[in-house]
């Protein structure tokens, strides 16, 4: 369950967050936009790496500052903050500090720098982020950065902030499904990759989605969803419906393996096994 006003305090050097310890172990990264973005449309596949012994790290590039008619924008990021924590200890992740403000999103030279430093250090055998394309700038914006974040890991002659060394590791690249299961255009998307997320897995999904309190009332005021939890399943349903064999799926495209790892490399499929179809 989730406390509210739950708070960690920060590892001002790393600029992470530990909630559990782990030795060394395969490990997944997702670069998502929002604090809740995880949340919908990741945290099942996250549940299940790690329950297949992946360490998982968590973090959003923007902070959750423009998502509420209630709360001034330096509250709402604190209380975002807190929700995002609370989240992350519900799934036992390790939670990474968000780095701009709401809309604020840009592929920018300042942002790649700071983002590809997190990406060297926690050094992912798999990245999990946005789709391409997406309903707003601030997802598609941050699939570019960590795509290239990703790309750039191994190039010692880009400089990071705070200066880190490159690392010699492929990392895959698999990209969520978009809002909605749909283009910004409103044409389905249709993944590669199904994972299952039903049973026991949705019901820990829903739970880290429930700490994002503050969203309830947003979402359902900005966007009209009147349950972001119902949303959830519902949008899940409908990939499990497209899997041909969950009845909750998440769904992923795996980004072309040049630059980033071997043809054939496939990790997500080949570590979660009959939880994992292809098609």
């Not at 790309?151 to 690249?173: I, K, L, Q």
Request: charged share 20%.
């Amino acid at each position: 369950s989730c406390g509210a006003g739950t708070s960690v305090p920060a590892d001002t050097v790393a600029g992470s967050i530990r909630l559990t310890s782990a030795d060394a172990m395969p490990t997944a990264l997702a670069v998502f936009a929002h604090p809740d973005d995880i949340e919908l449309t990741a945290s099942g596949t996250l549940v299940r790496l790690q329950r297949a012994g992946y360490q998982i790290h968590y973090m959003t590039v923007a902070n959750g500052s423009c998502g509420s008619s209630v709360h001034g924008a330096e509250e709402l990021v604190r209380v975002r903050r807190d929700e995002a924590i609370a989240a992350c200890r519900v799934g036992g992740f390790t939670y990474h500090e968000s780095l701009v403000s709401d809309l604020e999103v840009f592929y920018d030279r300042p942002t790649l720098g700071r983002l590809a430093a997190n990406v060297r250090r926690i050094g992912a055998d798999i990245l999990l982020t946005h789709s391409p394309g997406d309903y707003m700038e601030d997802h598609e914006n941050t699939c570019r950065l960590a795509v290239t974040a990703a790309f750039a890991r191994g190039m010692p002659n880009f400089a990071t902030d705070p200066p880190t060394p490159a690392v010699d590791r492929p990392v895959t690249v698999y990209h969520a499904q978009p809002h909605g299961n749909r283009d910004p255009l409103g044409a389905p998307v249709v993944p590669t990759h199904f994972v299952d997320v039903g049973g026991g897995v949705l019901v820990q999904k829903a739970a880290m989605l429930a700490c994002h309190r503050s969203q309830h009332q947003w979402l359902g005021e900005s966007q009209g969803l009147d349950s972001c939890v119902q949303t959830m399943r519902t949008l899940a349903r409908e990939v499990g419906e497209w899997s041909g064999a969950f009845e909750h799926a998440e769904g992923w495209r795996r980004r072309l393996t040049l630059g980033f790892c071997a043809p054939d490399a496939d990790p997500l499929a080949a570590a979660l096994s009959e939880s994992c179809v292809r098609r």
